[in-house]
C-alpha cells in the first residue's frame, strides 16, 4: 500500500467510526430533540457536517475546481448536487416539524464512494505492481572493465564495445555477447519460459536475463537506451495509454450520460411536485436518482480488466501494446503467416550443394555473401562453413531476392531464380525439392546449394487450432512454389501465395485487409517483414527478443519463440473482453433498475448508495476474474 492509500484508509476508518457513533447515538436520544424549535436540525446537522467533510473534502474540491472549468457533468458533481440536496431538504423538513432525516445519507453518499474508490485504486495498482514486477528486469547496474579495474556504473553509461562483467546472481544489464566464460541464463522475466538457457563465447546475451551459474565477460553490442530492456519496459509502460473502443465509448458515454441523467432529475423534482404539491417526496427521490446513476462502476472497471488481460498476457511472455489490440485480436479472423522462421524453424540444413566437386568453392562464394545477414538463410549457409574468407566486398540485400556482393574486380550473385533472371545469368531450373540457392560469379553460374528447412512442431497446433475456431489461415512466402506447396499441404494451410518479394506481400496484405471486415492478424519474425506487421490490424511478431525491429513495428510480441503463444493470447483477449461486456451489462440493468425503482420512490438513498458501490465493487471483483486460469 501506498502511503497516500494509507493516508485514505485511515480517514475512511475515522470517518466511519464517528459515523456509526452519531448514526447510533441519534437512534437513542434523537439528537434533533437536544434543542426545541425551529433549529432543531442545528445539532445533527453540524455533527454530520464534520464527517461529511472529513470524508468529502477532496470530492467537493474536485467538483468545484471543474465547474470552474466548465466541466460540470462528472461523478463529483453528481455527488455534490446529491448531497448538498439532501442536506437542504433534511434542514427543510426540521424547520416545518417534520421528522429530519436526510444527514445520514448524504453522509453516507460520500462514505461509501470513498470505500469504493479506495477498492478501485488499490486493485488498480496492485494490478500495475504485479505487471512491473512480472517485468522486473531494469538492471541497476553494470560491472564495467577498464583495463584491470572493475567499475559499479550505471547502464546508461556504458558505450557499445566496452566489456561488462556479469557475476552469477545479477542481471545482464545491457545486450551484448559473450567473450569469456560460459553460464547458463535465466531468460523467464522476459520470455515466461522456465527453461535456462546456456550461452558461450561468441553468443549473444539480451539484457533483463539474470546470470545463473558464472562468471561472464560480455562486449557490449547496443547502449542502454536501445537495448531489449528499454524497448520492453518502454512497451509495457505506454501499454495503458492506448485506449481500447470499449474504454473509449465509457468516456463519450459518461459524458453524455451525465447531463441526461441531471436534466432527468430535475424534471423528476419539478413536475411530479407541481402536479401532486408534495415537493419533499419528489425532490428526495430525484437526490436519490441523481446518487445512483454515477457511472463509477463502468468508468473504473473497464480500464482495469483491460489492465488485467495485458497484466496476465504479459506473465505468460506475451507483450499486448495497449487495450485497442487486446479488443481487436479478439475479434480477428484472418491470420497471415509469414512462413520462413515463423511458421518453419528458419534452421536450414544443406541437403546438396551441385556440382558436387566445386562443393567447396560454392559455399565459400556464398558465404563472402552472405557473412552479414540475420536472414535464416544466410546464418544457417555461414553456420557450415568454419574457415576463412575475404571480407573486402560491398554487399547488398535485394530482399526476397538474395544478396549481391561487389569488389572492383568480382561480383558474386546469391539467391534464388529471380535473382538469376534480373542479372540475365543462364541457369537450368533445379528439379530438388527445397530452397535453392544459386551461387553466380561474374556472370556465370558456378553452381547451387539445396537447403530444407523444419516445420516447427508448434506451427501444427496452432494452425489446427485456428481451423477449427475456423479462421482463415493464409501463408505468403518468397520461397519458390514447389517448397510454399509442400509446406501448405503439410500443416494444412488452405491459402498460399509463393515467390513473393517483400512489396508483393505487403500489397497481398493490403487486399486481405480491404476485404476484411473483423481484424486481420500478421504474424512474422521481424525480418523483412517489418512493413506487414506495421498495416495489419495486429501485427505479431515471434522471438521479440533480440529483435527491436520486430518489437517497435508489431502490436502483439511473442517473447517465448512459441506459436502457441497465439492461442493462450487469444483466449486472454477472449476472456478479457468477455468480463468487460459482462461489467457493462452489470452495471447498466442493475443502475436502471434502481434508477426506475427510485423514481418510483420503492427504494430510498441508502439502496441507491449500495446499488452504485455495490456495483462498482462487483465489477472490480469480476474484472479481477482474468487473473483466474
Ligand atoms: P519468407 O517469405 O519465406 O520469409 P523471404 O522473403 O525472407 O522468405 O525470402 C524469400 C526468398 O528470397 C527465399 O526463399 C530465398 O530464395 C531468397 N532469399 C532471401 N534472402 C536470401 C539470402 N540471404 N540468401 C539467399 N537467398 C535469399
Ligand atoms: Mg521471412
Known sequence: ??????????????????????????????????????????????LYLAVYIIIGYDVIYKALINIKNGQIFDECFLMLVATIGAFSLAIYRGVNGLQIEGFDEACAVLLFYQIGEFFQNYAVSKSRKSISALMDIRPDYANLRFQNKIQTVDPEV??????????????????????????????????????????????????????????IEVKVTRQFYNSTV????????????????????????ARYYT????????????????????????????????????????????????????????????????????????????????????????????????????????????????????????????????????????????????????????????????????????????????????????????????????????????????????????????????????????LRIPNYQASLLPQNKYTYLSNVIKNNHRAVCFVGDGINDAPSLMISDIGISMGGIGSDAAIEASDIVLMKDDLKSIIEARKIAKKTMKIVLENIW???????LILILSALGITNMWVAVFGDVGVTILAILNSLRVFLE
Not at 175 to 199: F, Q, R
Not at 241 to 253: C, N, R, V, Y
Not at 586 to 592: D, T
Open 230 to 253: 528499454s524497448k520492453v519496459l518502454e512497451l509495457v509502460e505506454n501499454a495503458s495509454s492506448k485506449k481500447a473502443p470499449s474504454e473509449k465509448f465509457i468516456t463519450k458515454f
Open 586 to 592: 452489470l452495471a447498466i440493468v442493475i443502475k436502471v
Open 158 to 215: 556504458v558505450q557499445i564495445d566496452d566489456i561488462i562483467v556479469i557475476n552469477p546472481g545479477e542481471k545482464v544489464p545491457l545486450d551484448g555477447i559473450v567473450v569469456k566464460g560460459e553460464t547458463t541464463l535465466d531468460t523467464k522475466s522476459l520470455t515466461g519460459e522456465a527453461k535456462p538457457s546456456c550461452v558461450v563465447v561468441g553468443d549473444s546475451v539480451i539484457s533483463g536475463t539474470i546470470n545463473l551459474s558464472s562468471t
Open 259 to 490: 447531463p441526461i441523467v441531471v436534466f432527468l432529475a430535475i424534471f423528476l423534482a419539478i413536475v411530479p411536485s407541481i402536479i401532486t404539491g408534495n415537493w419533499n417526496i419528489w425532490i428526495y427521490r430525484a437526490l436519490s436518482f441523481l446518487v445512483v446513476s454515477c457511472p463509477c462502476a463502468l468508468v473504473i472497471s473497464i480500464p482495469l480488466t483491460f489492465f488485467s488481460g495485458i497484466g496476465v498476457a504479459s506473465k505468460k511472455g506475451i507483450l499486448i501494446k495497449g487495450s485497442n489490440y487486446l479488443e481487436k485480436f479478439s475479434k480477428a479472423d484472418t491470420f497471415v503467416f509469414d512462413k520462413t522462421g515463423t511458421l518453419t524453424k528458419g534452421n536450414f540444413v544443406i541437403t546438396k550443394i551441385y556440382p558436387e566437386e566445386k562443393s567447396e568453392e560454392i559455399l565459400r562464394l556464398a558465404v563472402i555473401a552472405e557473412h552479414d545477414l540475420s536472414h535464416p538463410i544466410a546464418k544457417s549457409i555461414c553456420a557450415k562453413y568454419q574457415k576463412d574468407f575475404p571480407k573486402n566486398y560491398l554487399m547488398t540485400d535485394l530482399q526476397g531476392l538474395g544478396i549481391v556482393a561487389k569488389n572492383e574486380k568480382d561480383i558474386i550473385l546469391c539467391g534464388n531464380e529471380k535473382l538469376m533472371k534480373k542479372y540475365h545469368i543462364n541457369y537450368e531450373r533445379c528439379q530438388e525439392s527445397g530452397t535453392i540457392v544459386y551461387v553466380a560469379q561474374n556472370n556465370k553460374l558456378i553452381g547451387y546449394i539445396v537447403i530444407n528447412d523444419e516445420i516447427k512442431e508448434e506451427s501444427y497446433v496452432l494452425i489446427n487450432y485456428l481451423n477449427n475456431i475456423k479462421a482463415k489461415v493464409i501463408m505468403l512466402t518468397g520461397d519458390n512454389e514447389v517448397t510454399a506447396k509442400h509446406v501448405a499441404e503439410e
Open 1 to 46: 500500500m501506498t502511503s497516500k492509500q494509507k493516508k485514505n484508509l485511515m480517514r475512511i476508518i475515522v470517518a466511519l467510526t464517528l459515523f456509526i457513533i452519531i448514526f447510533v447515538v441519534d437512534k437513542f436520544i434523537n439528537l434533533a430533540s437536544v434543542f426545541n424549535g425551529a433549529l432543531n436540525w442545528l445539532l445533527p446537522f453540524s
